[in-house]
């Protein structure tokens, strides 16, 4: 149910959030702040993975010379199966601010991320450079950032993956298909996942999914807004980061362009 609105620089709008079930909450009080209405579309819930394959892929994971952590949800799941602890020498790196922080709650004393919060961000940061004949740790989940693994590779590390939890795709809520057949207003897709995109793209009903074409795209990334592009969906900015912040600065400043 999108969140009442107040009076803001996107009063009268909706934003669209492709965040998982149960993950909208910070999007609708950043956006009622700025007088926005909140439509929540969920592509998939959070599991977590708890068995004795991912105990032992996050146990070897865990020992690499460099450890990477993709998302808040990568950082509960693992630290559910083991304590998260820093070896001598080790690099632990999250991919934005969020993950970083979750991961000092944790329990990790040492945790870098990039200014710029998405893989191409991560990927640019010293620790990450020259990594040939290295192994590196990647605690995630199936699919997604898929480029990060790719680019590692290609780099020469030997990438230890540790798969600790998985999105588990749903259908598109019925509130939320009614909502965006009603929708009567500007609109804004807050875009910093790709596989989130594809599976609204592949799920919606013809007629929510042509609500959804009208909407203007915010993306986190130079990537993910080509990935739009290449839908024919119609991208209005890119943002700083996939910070809630950053998507809606960006959409505030692209609805105050003439």
Not at 15 to 34: E, F, K, N, Q, Y
Not at 83 to 90: K, S, T
Not at 190 to 202: D, F, K, N, P, Q
Not at 213 to 234: E, N
Request: glycine share 8%; with cysteine; proline share 6%.
């Amino acid at each position: 149910m999108p969140a009442r609105a107040t009076t803001g620089r996107l009063s009268g709008c909706y934003v669209i959030s492709l965040r998982p079930a149960g993950g909208h909450d910070a999007v609708r009080r950043a956006a009622a702040m700025l007088g926005a209405r909140t439509l929540a579309l969920s592509p998939w819930r959070i599991r977590n993975i708890d068995d004795d394959n991912a105990r032992d892929a996050l146990r070897r994971s865990l020992s690499a010379h460099r450890v990477v952590f993709t998302s808040p949800a990568a950082v509960v799941a693992a630290a559910a199966l083991q304590p998260l602890r820093q070896g001598d020498g080790q690099a632990w790196l999250a991919v934005g601010a969020g993950t970083a922080h979750a991961l000092r709650r944790a329990g990790a004393a040492d945790v870098a991320s990039p200014a710029r919060m998405d893989s191409e961000g991560l990927l640019a940061m010293p620790a990450l450079r020259e990594v040939r004949g290295l192994d590196v740790g990647l605690v995630t989940a199936p699919g997604g950032r898929g480029v990060i693994a790719a680019t590692l590779a290609d780099r020469g590390a030997r990438v230890v993956r540790a798969n600790v939890y998985e999105r588990v795709p749903v259908a598109p809520a019925p509130r939320a298909v009614a909502a965006l057949r009603a929708l009567d207003a500007p609109a804004w897709l807050l875009l910093s996942s790709g596989e989130a995109l594809e599976h609204v793209l592949a799920t919606l009903p013809p007629d929510a999914l042509a609500a959804l074409r009208r909407a203007t795209v915010v993306a986190a990334s130079d990537r993910l807004a080509a990935q739009a592009h290449g839908h024919g969906l119609d991208v209005g900015a890119v943002a700083a980061s996939a910070r809630v912040a950053d998507l809606l600065a960006a959409c505030t400043g692209a609805a105050a362009k003439p």
